[in-house]
């Protein structure tokens, strides 16, 4: 089973992208991605 998963700018906190992640991964996702408000590549956290 899949979960949806939202992820969340570290730099403007801007929730840009969503994905799924597999239910038995304990560990948060963290993801290199282009944010449109920085208007540059950060790092992109999985939400609560």
């Given at each position: 089973?899949?979960?949806?998963?939202?992820?969340?700018c570290?730099?403007?906190?801007?929730?840009?992208y969503?994905?799924?992640?597999?239910?038995?991964?304990?560990?948060?996702?963290?993801?290199?991605?282009?944010?449109?408000?920085?208007?540059?590549?950060?790092?992109?956290?999985?939400?609560k």
């Amino acid at each position: 089973m899949r979960k949806k998963v939202v992820l969340a700018c570290e730099v403007c906190f801007s929730r840009n992208y969503s994905t799924m992640k597999k239910d038995n991964q304990n560990e948060r996702l963290e993801v290199n991605k282009f944010c449109k408000v920085c208007n540059s590549h950060t790092v992109h956290k999985e939400t609560k």
